[in-house]
């Protein structure tokens, strides 16, 4: 069974940065795409970015560009968000999720996220 | 960028009776299309891929619908767990995605 687990959250003052981390508890984590989703307070969800089920491929919601980084460690089953310049909309519940197509496929079919961690949470606030 | 509009914002049905929820894109998704379940305080559940194949472990009485724009969730009876938001998602070619604005599904 693979497992997501989220950390790194906090509270951030504006303009500062955080990293997050999303570890998998099985080795098939090397297989797939993985993305980030976040839910800001009251309000819906937000696909952030994804990273290819290899790191050779990312790609980012236009309201993170040249923020954010995702990126991935298959040696240590886990996936990063680097989060740069942060604002107080960035304040949310960020989840890690798995993109169900596997390996090169995910380039040609959507299969949706069929796992997702619990969520860490982000505060930007002065 | 797709926009996904999902209607109506919230709906009061009561247990046994038939949920329909809407999904409109801004222009075809093809079949990229999913949709959510989605509980306070717990991870979303992926329930539906492909516009119509049940995710893994999904009960029958969800089914998916639609083609091009237009696409529907129908939860045909409904039980007293299946109250809480729901999501559709898609995957664009350019491989960005997007989330409706969601539909609570309350109890009348």
């Known amino acids: 069974q693979v497992q997501l687990a989220e950390s790194g959250g906090g509270v951030v003052q504006p303009g500062r940065s955080l990293r997050l981390s999303c570890a998998a508890s099985?080795?098939?984590?090397?297989?797939?795409?993985l993305h980030w989703v976040r839910q800001a307070p009251g309000k819906g969800l937000e696909w952030v970015a994804v990273?290819?089920?290899?790191?050779?491929?990312?790609y980012y919601a236009d309201s993170v560009k040249g923020r954010f980084t995702i990126s991935r460690d298959n040696s240590k089953n886990t996936l990063y968000l680097q989060m740069n310049s942060l604002r107080a909309e960035d304040t949310a519940v960020y989840y890690c999720?798995?993109?169900?197509?596997?390996?090169?496929?995910?380039?040609?079919?959507?299969?949706?996220?069929?796992?997702w961690g619990q969520g860490t949470t982000v505060t930007v606030s002065s | 960028e797709i926009v996904l509009t999902q209607s109506p914002a919230t709906l009061s049905l009561s247990p046994g009776e038939r949920a329909t929820l809407s999904c409109r894109a801004s222009?075809?998704?093809?079949?990229?299309l999913a949709w959510y379940q989605h509980k306070p305080g717990q991870a979303p559940r992926l329930l539906i891929y492909?516009?119509?194949y049940r995710a893994t472990g999904i009960p029958a009485r969800f089914s998916g619908s639609g083609s091009g724009t237009d696409f529907t969730l129908t939860i045909s009876s409904l039980e007293t767990e299946d109250f809480a938001v729901y999501y559709c998602?898609?995957?664009?070619?350019?491989?960005?995605?997007?989330f409706g604005q969601g539909t609570k599904l309350e109890i009348k």
């Open positions: 099985a080795s098939t984590f090397s297989g797939y795409a």
């Open positions: 222009q075809s998704v093809g079949n990229y």
């Open positions: 998602q898609q995957r664009s070619d350019r491989l960005t995605y997007s």
């Open positions: 990273v290819s089920y290899d790191g050779g491929n990312k």
């Open positions: 999720a798995r993109d169900a197509t596997y390996s090169s496929t995910w380039y040609y079919y959507f299969y949706g996220m069929d796992v």
């Open positions: 492909d516009v119509s």
